[in-house]
């Protein structure tokens, strides 16, 4: 919403109907300070009338409408977050009407959720939240977001958890059932998402360039970009049996079924019960792993970035620390 001043001399208002549309109405004045004053009046008047227009929503009724949207658009982990959040949410603030929310409150909730639980936790819900309100908004469900204000919380750096070469090899030792041990050696040789791997079908496979062809026809990734993934042969080697061996189009399975997240969570934890490795180690950590030992190995992390498939390079510094050695040539050539 804008004061503007037209050619006849006199200011107009111009702004945003509820349904989209852009309209103007004459503040019927060429003096500019009583064209403010008519301006300060019809916001007034305007954000009256929007809120009286707006859907009375209820919690409750809001997270059915927002969780039905997420699982069409969503990774099925993203949605899982958000019902998590909508659960805390609903504990603490019961099912009250979305024009209810304030900064405020959105703010105390963080802020106890940051005391009893973590920072990492306090963060994660604000981010939830804040995108939960802008989907609230954008339907019409509120006049504005209440967490569009409240500054993210910058999490402290945390070196990825990752397997040492002595810790992979005690866990291949304990691993029993071959379709396993192809799934866990893949994924630290090549650094995929776990549904990437478990999504992966015989025509994603380029035998002749030895790649793997993310092209989300199967699975949509994660930064929604198609990649290639060159195998080292440690990797090429596995895929070329497992086609060679499979009856169905996926590459992983299980017997010959396919492999279902809950249940690779469960069986990999086992896995490293048994080898007696930190039981903090999850499938997730393979792809530190891969990252963390292309980097040892004195890979750049703009390389790395690209093969993991990170949208913004950033995401993979966190990596950079291993390269110590960066650092210490450096410093020696004051000597």
Known sequence: MFLTKLKNGYYYIYFIETNGKR???????????????????????????????????????????????????????????YKSTFNEMEEYFGNILLTKFTQRS????????????????????????????????????????????????????????????????????????????DLVEFAVNTGLRQMEILNLHKRQFDKQDRLIILDNHYHTTKSRKIRNMPMNNRAFEIVSRRIDNAKGELIFTLDGARILQDNLQDKFRKYIEAAGLNTKLTFHCLRHTFAS??????????????????????????????????SRNAVERLE
Do not use: C
Request: no cysteine; net charge positive; charged share 30%.
């Open 106 to 181: 959105i703010e105390e909730f963080i802020q106890m959720k940051i005391r009893k639980v973590s920072l990492h936790t306090g963060r994660r819900h604000l981010i939830n939240i804040k995108a939960m309100f802008s989907k609230a908004v954008a339907h019409g469900y509120l006049e504005s977001n209440p967490a569009k204000n409240i500054k993210r919380i910058k999490p402290p750096e945390r070196l990825p958890l990752f397997f040492t070469r002595e810790e992979f090899d005690s866990l291949l030792k304990v691993i029993d059932n071959q379709d396993w041990k």
């Open 23 to 81: 309209n103007k109405v004459s503040t019927r004045t060429k003096i500019k300070s009583e064209a403010r004053k008519f301006l300060i009046s019809f916001q007034s008047t305007f954000s009256e009338r929007k809120k009286e227009k707006l859907e009375p929503l209820t919690l409750k009724q809001f997270r059915w409408k927002f969780l039905k949207h997420s699982e069409s658009y969503h990774s099925w982990k993203t949605t899982l977050d």
């Open 293 to 326: 030992w292309l980097v040892q190995k004195g890979v750049s992390i703009y390389e790395v970035s690209k093969l993991l498939g990170h949208a913004d390079i950033k995401t993979t510094q966190i990596y950079a620390h291993l390269r110590s050695d960066d």
